[in-house]
């Protein structure tokens, strides 16, 4: 007992030299704290009982836990940081989803936009932001592009070449039935019959299929050949399918320019970065998340122009006659997605079963996604070129706007929906 007396008295001696400490107030009852680890055990005991020298110190002395400095802090950012880990709490559910749909709740946004204020997508028009966002996306695919992933991109070629195939030969034969509908206008009809003919989209279908875990490098490469090649088939097709035989031209040069520009330097720069310096490759593999972020962001950006631009037209329109289009242009995706899904599991019959390059995940992915969209760009082009041949160039091109809103968005959900069956299946197996 005199021992631990004598440990206690040790303790809360004044330290030599120090001031004396003073209470402000009058004398009263001290607690005193025992610490043991990350406990406290609290006695009190009357200063009546303690040495004269200790009464000084015990008036004002107060011993905190400096395990635990927040246990009894009742200081005014108190309610502040309560408040603030509760508002997170509750925003949680939202973060989580906003994260998991980020691309198709991107591209809503750009369309709300655009036609509520479509003055700034109209000047993001003016000073060409659409071309800089599709630089943006394929300078990123660049970046992000492993050697591993070209060789896989090699091995799976003929993936590739039946996507050529479906993109720029097979799809087109679907313009043909869409022509045996009547809809007034009529250039909807026939816009839609266009859309057929085109490319793949020069950046969705890489971004959706990144963002899908699929083999983007093979994707890269279906829609940089299909863009280059479709400068010398799409008039071809569009002659034989659509306009009976007349002859139909386009900007071969221009495009091919464009092309190269937007395409192709952007991510070969990408890829020069990348294997030059290995901090680049280190950062944009760290932080592959992030930069899909940024993809979908450059992404949302040709609906928000392409709406803006379109406003004033699509007032002129009746409804009822441009939901129909509408609803066309979706019916007209879906048939693709089912026509191309049919076509796959056709070839891994065919080639091998589960063994085949086709039933591979990441390959099928890719190929399901790049062949059943259709770019929009190149049909603009051809519009103009054809100056009015095949009537009103704006209403040609306005079902083909909401054609090319709606793939992009169907397609962005039905790669949540991939992503979170994945999440769920690998969780199973964890477990």
Known sequence: MAGAYQALLNLTSPVAGAPPFRSRKHTFTTP???????????????????????????????????????????????PHQEFASTF?????????????????????????????????????????VAKFSTCGIFLISGLTLRSEEVGAAVAAWPVGLYGLASILLLTPLFSKIILQIHLQPQEFV???????????????GVALTRLAGGNSALA??????????????????????????????????QLFRSLILTLLTPLIFGKVLRESFKGVADFCDS?????????????????????SRSRSLLLMVKLEVFLVAVVMGAVLHLTLLGFNALSIQILCGISGGNKSIFANKENSS???????????PVLVAV???????????????????????NQIIMDSFFVSFWNKKKQSLGDVKSA
């Open 287 to 307: 932080n592959r998340k992030l930069l899909s972020s940024v993809n979908a962001i450059l992404l949302s950006l040709v609906p928000w122009i392409q709406v």
């Open 383 to 405: 519009v103009d070129q054809l100056g009015g041949s095949f009537g009103e160039s704006g209403l040609l091109v306005l079902p083909c706007v909401a054609a090319h809103l």
């Open 190 to 204: 026939t816009g839609l019959a266009l859309f057929c003919c085109m490319p793949t989209t020069l950046s969705s």
């Open 32 to 78: 005193y704290l025992l610490f043991s680890g990350n406990r406290s055990f609290g006695a009190t005991r009357s200063n009546s009982l303690l040495p004269r020298e200790l009464r000084s110190v015990t008036r004002t002395l107060v011993i905190r836990n400096s395990a635990n400095p927040a246990q009894g802090n009742d200081g005014p950012n108190q």
């Open 220 to 253: 890269l490469a279906m829609t940089v050949l299909s863009s280059l090649l479709g400068i010398l088939i799409v008039p071809f097709s569009i002659s034989k399918l659509i306009a009976g035989g007349v002859g139909a031209s386009l900007p071969a040069d």
């Open 88 to 128: 997170l709490a509750s925003a949680k559910p939202f973060l989580n989803f906003v994260g998991s749909n980020f691309l198709p709740l991107a591209l809503i946004s750009g369309v709300t936009l655009g036609l509520i204020n479509p003055s700034l997508g109209c000047l993001a028009h003016k000073y060409h």
């Open 366 to 376: 890719a190929l399901l996604l790049v062949a059943s969209q259709k770019t929009l």
